[in-house]
């Protein structure tokens, strides 16, 4: 059974802080895992991919792999409003999605 | 490159119609993915193609719905008889090869069964 399980939300952090969102994959099969942003009424956003065991860094947005324990994780740092979406996780394999973790910044 | 194009945004059917919604993914992408998504749900799989093949079909998925990918190009998903359960946004995505960059998304159809 090829499943994805995100940490359960929703999720709320101030303005400011860092939000940390978790993903465990079931298949083996994906060599790629990808962060999706999808606000309200609006179709998924790719933001990161990740392919190498350790840490990504694309300006606030840090991607961590660790294939042995099939575990993928994205932290926001500087968390701003505008951060407030859901985050969806995928590999590139079979690009199941679960149900998406919702993050809320408050001002 | 224009991205992925779906067509209608919207659709709303009565009871029992049948609706066809057309995906046109980026030129050169080979592989396309469709997806249901509703309220609060993430994404969920109904059937990938590479190329024209039609690969993998969501064993969940009632024999009501199909699709076709003809030539490799453009695709559409047909809804036969429909019910008031498949209101949904319905999600294209495509990518080239073996997708380690990332797929790219249409901006959906969202369906309203009435």
């Known amino acids: 059974q090829k499943e994805v399980e995100q940490n359960s939300g929703p999720l709320s952090v101030p303005e400011g802080a860092i939000a940390s969102l978790n993903c465990t994959y079931s298949?083996?099969?994906?060599?790629?895992f990808f962060w999706y942003r999808q606000y309200s009424g609006k179709s998924p956003e790719l933001i990161m991919f990740?392919?190498?065991?350790g840490d990504k860094e694309d300006g606030r947005f840090t991607a961590q792999l660790n294939k042995a324990s099939q575990y993928v994780s994205l932290l926001i740092r500087d968390s701003q409003p505008s951060d407030s979406a859901t985050y969806l996780c995928?590999?590139?394999?079979?690009?199941?999605f679960g149900a998406g973790t919702r993050l809320t910044v408050k001002p | 490159d224009t991205g992925v194009s779906q067509n209608p945004r919207h659709k709303i059917t009565k009871r029992g119609q049948n609706v066809t919604f057309r995906c046109d993914p980026i030129s050169e992408h080979n592989r396309l993915y469709w997806y249901r998504q509703t309220l609060g749900q993430g994404p969920e799989f109904l059937t990938y193609?590479?190329?024209?093949?039609?690969?993998?079909k969501s064993r969940l998925l009632s024999d009501r719905f199909s699709a076709e990918r003809p030539k490799g190009s453009f695709s559409t998903l047909e809804i036969q008889r429909t019910e008031q359960g498949d209101s949904a946004m319905y999600l294209c995505?495509?990518?080239?090869?073996?997708?380690?960059?990332?797929?790219?998304f249409g901006s959906g159809t969202r369906l309203t069964v009435v």
């Open positions: 193609f590479q190329n024209e093949a039609q690969l993998e």
């Open positions: 995928a590999g590139n394999n079979d690009m199941r």
């Open positions: 990740i392919y190498s065991n």
């Open positions: 298949d083996r099969g994906s060599q790629s």
């Open positions: 995505a495509s990518t080239r090869d073996q997708a380690n960059y990332g797929y790219t």
